[in-house]
């Protein structure tokens, strides 16, 4: 767990660190596809914490859900629908909080706090 | 408790969620600074428009005082605003708005005093036509300024019936009617008493219905200003014309 916490600030800071940016413009498919990157990963965490965690699995299911949530957010404005973000939005934010609530049983579960 | 098998994809992933959450945080910042960057670009375009507005309003005042100032400068040196007021001047007096003082005749008409039994009681009042034949007979004779008592006659002035009394001007004047007419005292004279119509005041009417009538000459009349309102509607100077 600490591993987890120490890449995750290690990424934040190199990304603040070189302070790389993008365009304005794609501020709201790169906010869905953070929510999404943060599922994937509370995913793997999970996937980890039962044993099921599998590399091919994790890494396409990341780089799939990202791209995939910014590429719909990107169709939506491109239609006309530019509320489909907050379909992302809504779905990724669900499975963000089912995750979150998993993870936190098998953590306990493993603990031994139950 | 044996510790989890994290995986080193699992532990790379976490470091690209790490920074990709990053660059969402840096361009967020960098859209927060070129939004207050613009606001603060436009209050400084505000603030100096403000001093550019405040600016000319104050010179607007300076011109508009110095303006003030050569008018009252030319007024007072250059000699063609001193020959436009001069000029001024004298149209006023020749459309018969100033007071003028002459020369000149005094004309006095009054109703007869007593009515005799079985005569009509009009035959002896002084009528708007006596007052007319009268002031017709001193143009005749050159009058230049004429008022019926303190009405200057103006280019727009009637003299008619109204009523008992007769209208001149819009004031309703009675007997006696003092008519004071500048010009030759002597020419004056003549051409109303040289009148057909007007002389007959003078004469039969006079001694027949017991009219006070009377004409003296002066050497120093004056004669009043036109008070009435000249606010033409409908005229407007001619194209071309003199």
């Given amino acids: 767990m600490l591993a987890l916490v120490l890449a995750l600030a290690l990424g934040v800071t190199l990304g603040l660190l070189t302070n790389v940016s993008v365009p304005v413009a794609w501020l709201t498919y790169l906010g869905v596809a953070v929510l999404a990157a943060i599922d994937a990963c509370l995913g793997g965490v999970k996937a980890s914490l039962e044993e099921t965690f599998d590399d091919k699995v994790f890494v396409s299911g990341f780089l799939t859900n990202t791209l995939m949530a910014a590429f719909i957010v990107f169709v939506g404005d491109r239609i006309g629908v530019r509320e489909l973000y907050l379909a992302a939005v809504v779905a990724f934010g669900m499975r963000v909080f089912d995750n979150l609530g998993t993870v936190r049983q098998l953590l306990f579960h493993r603990w031994g706090w139950e | ?61 300076e011109l508009r005082s110095d303006l003030a100032r050569l008018e009252r400068e030319a007024a007072a040196d250059s000699g063609v605003s001193k020959s436009f007021s001069r000029e001024l001047d004298r149209v006023r007096q020749a459309a018969g708005l100033s007071a003028v003082t002459g020369s000149g005749v005094e004309v006095v008409l009054g109703d007869g005093s007593e009515v005799a039994p079985g005569t009509d009681p009009n035959d002896y009042l002084i009528h708007d036509t006596d007052i007319a034949a009268v002031v017709n007979a001193l143009f005749v004779g050159g009058a230049e300024a004429v008022e019926i008592n303190g009405e200057r006659l103006v280019a727009t002035t009637p003299i ?11 004031a309703r004047l009675g007997s006696p009617y003092v ?38 000459r002066s050497s120093d009349l004056m004669v009043a200003g036109y008070r009435g309102s000249m606010r033409p509607q409908y005229v407007r100077p001619a194209r071309g014309g003199a």
Avoid: K, W
Avoid at chain 2, 160 to 170: E, F, K, P
Avoid at chain 2, 184 to 201: H, I, K, R, T, Y
């Fill in chain 2, 160 to 170: 008619r019936c109204a009523g008992t009394t007769v209208l001149v001007n819009s």
């Fill in chain 2, 1 to 61: 408790m044996h510790r989890p098998p994290y995986r080193p994809a699992l532990v790379l992933v976490f470091v690209v969620l790490g920074l990709l959450i990053a660059v969402a945080f840096n361009t967020t910042s960098r859209l927060t600074e070129v939004r207050s960057g613009r606001a603060s670009d436009l209050v400084d375009v505000v603030q100096s428009l403000e001093q550019q507005r405040d600016d000319l309003q104050n010179r607007l005042a």
């Fill in chain 2, 179 to 216: 008519i004071r007419a500048i010009g030759d005292p002597a020419v004056l004279e003549q051409a109303v008493l040289g009148d057909e119509s007007a002389s007959l005041l003078f004469d039969a009417y006079m001694s027949q219905y017991g009219l006070q009538v009377s004409l003296a």
